[in-house]
Structure formats: C-alpha cells, structure tokens
C-alpha cells in the first residue's frame, strides 16, 4: 500500500555503489538512483490518486525484482499501547463486539485494506529497519489478529471515501508515552526530576519503542497518525499533554512535516475501575488529555464516555472506536460534511437567580440528548464547602448546548461537575450523533473526590 497523490519513499539495499532502477506500472518513466558505500539507496516516485487496481513497482540493481498487487490508496500509522494493540479476535477472556461478523467477511475486504504490524523490538539505538512484518490483504486471519481500532478505523474509512486504505500498527501493551520518543525530545517537555524518575522506571524504558518501533518506519510516507495510549501514564496529570505535544512534533518532523500538515488523531482513555469507582483519577486524566487539544496543531480527540467497563482496562466496543476515529478523519481530513464527530465539552457556567447552575457545551449547535424530558445522568453540584451532591439536569431546547444543573441541598452552587469520577454509570449526555459528552468541572479541587 502506497500513500496516494505524493512523492512516497521508497528504499533498500543493494551492492555498494550499484545503480538502482525503479520502474512502476503507472508510469512510463525509469527511475534512477545509486546505493552509497553501504549499499543502502532511497527515492521518491509520485503516485497517482488513489484506486482499487492493483499495480506493480519493479526495482533492479542488475537483478530485478518485481513488487505486485500493490494498492494506491490512503495510510495511516496507528500506535499506543493495549487497547490499540487488542485484535479483532479480542483478549483472552476479552471479546470485541461483533468480531465473528468482521472476521468471517474479511475478504470482502481484501481489495479495500491493507494492514502492517510492527513486530514488537525495543531498542536505544535508532534502527534503520524493522525486526519483522509485511503488508497483507484483509482475510479472516489476518484480520483476528490484527489491531481492532487500526482495522475498524480503515472499514469505516474506505467505504467512506472510497480508495483503499492501510494502516501500520506499532502497538506495545502497558506501555508509557516516554518509550514512544527518543530522549531529547523527553528532556524538552519535563522537568530535570521527572525526567531522572522516568528513566529509574522498570520495564521498557523511554525511548526504546522509538527507537525499534518507529524509527524504522518513518520515511513511510503516510497521510496522518492515530493514538491510543494513557492508562500507564495515569498519575501524569501534570504533564501527559505537554509529552504527547512534543511526542507529535517529533513524529511529524520524522516524516518530514515542518508545518503540522500530518493529522493526529487519539482516544480518550475509557472509564474504568482504577482505584476506586468514586475516585477521580481517571476523569483528572482525562481533563489533561483534552488539554492537549490546544498543544497539537491539527488534533482530535475520539470520545469513548460510554464505552468503558468497570472490571475491564479494555473496552469491547472497539468498533465504535474506529469509528469515530474515522469520522474526525472525515470531518478534519476528508472535508466532509453533515456531522459534527467531536465530542461536546464545557465552554462556561453561570449561576442563576434560582439557585442553580447552567453550563454551555461545544459540538451541540442541534442540540443535545437523551431526549426531551428524559432523565440526564451523571452530573454533580456542590457549594463553597466543596461537598458534591448528585444533581438533577435539564436540557434547554431553546438555547442548544445549554444544560441547567441543580440540587435541593445546594443553595449556592459555586461548581459542577460532569461523569467526573472513575466510573459514573448514569453519564449519558451525547450530541445529536451521539458522541458522548467528556468528563469536565467548573472547580480546580484536584483534592475533592
């Protein structure tokens, strides 16, 4: 799978000094370059728009070698940690709802998509090749083992814009965003004595991914990248964005993006039972991963509020991953129009004369649901005394976006809060395309649970 429209890389080895040639089907001119004393040679050969005719690249340096069934279509580089790593054919004990129906109709899809994983390598050097991996065409085996957001993002994407799609899946599970980037770009973003901590950590140390995970594949030209990681990164609510910003202007300038042209697209992580279901680590997490917004030019940010498990890190709902992935895709990247793929989140609050609070929420210009009259779950008030009460909620239909909060033991409401604990199983505020709210306050008492 080639990217399509661009001067794509291609490269290799050969014997030292050999001339190269590249000849590709959809042109009629020969390429010519010459390997260095290493043997090793790189080019850029344009590719033409996208299309589900399968071409052919022949490359010689004396010998030739002929590359067939090559697509020319979009790709996207796809990493993080479990939960990008999870396959179709889901964990032990962890199924991905409605895999049995994606895997047993993957041919149907072997023409659409076309997926590569990175086999797992960790090292401190920046390697030039990887340890190991090939693109395949979608078959019901190759798509059971293979990452579940990665495959769901590129079903939604091809049937959407209609060219094929590839994804490159460099995952590690239970991994941190420090392995992801090489160490200067590290030491830019943290302090002296984070980062002093951050290398006595056990395990796969920072840096390590980079180097044997992504190093290798960065002159693949591609069109944008997806992110799912930050369970391992929970108690960095002070810095988590700042790590992913530099993160994603090293990857950018890797591929040879000086001007944030290359999307970055991630997921919020899932609520779930970290310590307590009543503690708020996972929403302070999550306030700093909506931060990030405003760090990473050209950013999305798929909402996943009502998908999470309780006892389970690793949410079933995979599909729906993927495809609101592939909708900000859609939106930001592809231009289109007719849906609003971003999640609703807090703009500002104000009180009432009635003892009550409002606040107003982005991506809702046609409104929010459940719908009217229904019971709107998951908010909490409190006053000067910083004391959450539970809290009844209204949508206003004549002032989109607008939700009104309340609660009879608070007559002075200072604070709101929204889905902003480990689990809140009411939470189900969305927008008219059912995105669902991200946890948010008003209040800064990062001490109040």
Not at 202 to 209: R, T
Not at 287 to 294: F, G, I, R, S
Not at 328 to 347: E, I, N, R, V
């Amino acid at each position: 799978m080639l990217q399509q429209a661009s001067k794509v890389n291609l490269w290799g080895k050969a014997d030292k000094n050999a001339t190269v040639t590249v000849k590709a089907s959809w042109q009629n001119a020969q390429l010519r370059t010459q390997a260095d004393a290493q043997g090793n040679w790189i080019l850029q050969l344009q590719t033409p728009e996208g299309s589900f005719t399968p071409q052919s690249i022949t490359i010689s340096d004396g010998e030739a070698l002929r590359l067939d069934n090559i697509l020319i279509g979009e790709v996207w580089v796809c990493s993080g940690q479990s939960n990008m790593e999870m396959p179709v054919k889901g964990f032990s004990n962890q199924p991905v709802t409605g895999a049995f129906d994606y895997i047993t109709a993957a041919g149907r899809e072997k023409n659409n998509i076309r997926m590569f994983t990175v086999e797992k390598a960790r090292s401190f050097k920046e390697e030039a090749d990887c340890k190991g991996g090939s693109w395949a065409a979608a078959t019901p085996e190759v798509v059971a083992n293979f990452s579940a957001v990665a495959y769901f993002f590129a079903y939604n994407l091809t049937h959407a814009i209609d060219v094929p799609v590839g994804v490159i899946a460099t995952d590690w599970g239970g991994t941190k965003i420090e392995s992801w980037m090489p160490l200067e770009t590290l030491k830019s973003c943290v302090t002296a004595g984070q980062y002093e901590q951050k290398n006595k950590a056990n395990g796969i140390k920072p840096s390590e991914l980079y180097g044997g995970m992504i190093a290798p594949i960065r002159k693949y030209t591609a069109k944008g990248f997806l992110w799912y990681q930050g369970e391992s990164n929970l108690p960095n609510i002070d810095h988590y964005d700042k790590m992913m910003a530099a993160m994603v202007t090293r990857w950018r300038q890797d591929w040879g993006d000086s001007h944030d042209q290359m999307p970055f697209y991630y997921v919020q992580i899932a609520p779930f039972r970290y310590d307590a279901d009543s503690s708020t680590t996972y929403p302070l997490f999550v306030e700093n991963q909506t931060h990030a917004l405003k760090l990473i030019a050209n950013s999305a940010m798929a909402a996943t509020t009502d998908i999470g498990t309780p006892g389970c890190i690793h949410p079933s709902e995979k599909f729906k991953v993927g495809e609101r992935l592939a909708a900000l895709a859609l939106a930001d990247t592809y231009g289109q129009k007719g849906f609003d793929p971003h999640a609703p989140s807090l703009l500002s609050a104000e009180k009432t004369k009635e003892g009550k609070m409002t606040v107003q929420l982005s991506h809702a210009e046609s409104g929010l649901i459940p719908w009217y009259q229904e019971p709107v779950g998951g908010f909490e008030i409190a006053g000067e005394d910083k004391v959450f009460y539970p809290a009844t909620a209204t949508l206003d239909t004549h002032h989109p976006g607008s939700v009104t909060v309340w609660s009879d033991a608070v007559k002075q409401p200072v604070a709101v809060r929204y889905a902003f604990k480990n689990v809140v199983s009411a939470a189900n505020l969305c927008n008219m395309y059912g995105i669902p709210a991200v946890p948010f306050r008003t209040d800064t008492w990062n001490e109040v649970k």
